[in-house]
């Protein structure tokens, strides 16, 4: 019995050895197709982990474009708003500055139907200054008045500038009744035509004096002519001349002015 069980425990170790190795290849096969597996299972979560880190990128990317964009819109719009607001603005300012406009228009029409119906009158009461006036300057006033006249009667030209010529023309004809002068004309004295310096004091009174000195007239309002004055009055006329044309100083002269109206 003994060497029977002896026998087979010597079977046993014999066939334990076997086994491993009749196994051995079963369980390297095994072993290789789990490296395998896991191997592949690795290689897939590191190709899953890389495709989930370059979704993350671009995700990350794209965020960070889209707040760009984001804040690219904000500053435009509160750009636009700023502008739409300067605009609201100025369509208002404009606005009033139509009504301004209208309204100066309104005035401006106004003043010219008020204006130029003046300008005729001052116009017409320069022509008759000038008519009933001592016959001073008689072509220069006259060239001046004919001037007007015609800028008047211009619809082109601006209700403005005919104001301001018109008070000009008013102007120096004022003037001539503050100043005294002497300028070189001719005259009709009796039935003959004479050359010589005319001395005009102020709009009251002209005076006469002939080149050679030796002769004076004074124009008779009264009797619209030159008339001869007394050899008398001679010097003082000079004098006169003489003073206007500042060759000595003022002083008192004894001049005569003649009729001063018609009788």
């Known amino acids: 019995m003994r060497m029977g069980r002896k026998k087979g425990t010597v079977i ?10 009749l196994l051995w290849p079963v369980f ?3 072993a290789a ?3 395998a597996v896991v191997e592949k299972n690795v290689s897939t979560a590191i190709d899953v982990r890389q495709a989930s880190q370059k979704e993350q990128e671009k995700w990350d990317v794209q965020r960070a474009e889209l707040a760009a964009e984001y804040d690219r819109l904000i500053a435009e719009n509160e750009i636009l708003e700023a502008e739409n607001k300067r605009r609201s603005d100025r369509s208002a300012s404009l606005g009033q500055e139509v009504a301004l406009l209208e309204q100066e228009k309104t ?3 106004q003043v010219r139907e008020e204006l130029l119906p003046f300008l005729a009158e001052v116009q017409a009461d320069l022509i008759r200054l000038k008519a009933e006036d001592i016959p001073f300057l008689r072509e220069e006033r006259s060239t001046r008045l004919q001037k007007l006249a015609a800028l008047m009667d211009d619809p082109e030209v601006p209700v403005a500038e ?4 018109t008070m000009e023309a008013l102007g120096i004809e004022a003037e001539y009744g503050n100043t005294i002068e002497v300028y070189h004309d001719r005259i009709l004295l009796g039935d003959q035509q004479v050359s010589g310096q005319i001395f005009r004091l102020g709009r009251i009174s002209l005076y006469y004096m002939s080149l050679d ?3 004076a007239a004074v124009f008779d309002v009264g009797e619209q002519q030159w008339r001869r004055l007394d050899d008398r009055f001679v010097p003082a006329v000079s004098a006169a001349v003489e003073i206007a044309l500042k060759r000595r100083t003022a002083g008192i002269l004894d001049l005569p002015l003649g009729r001063l109206a018609v009788p």
Request: charged share 35%.
């Open 213 to 215: 000195g030796q002769e």
């Open 107 to 109: 005035q401006t029409r």
């Open 28 to 30: 390297t096969a095994t």
């Open 12 to 21: 046993r170790k014999k066939l334990l050895p076997l086994m491993v190795v």
């Open 162 to 165: 005919k104001f301001r010529r």
């Open 33 to 35: 197709e789990t490296a």
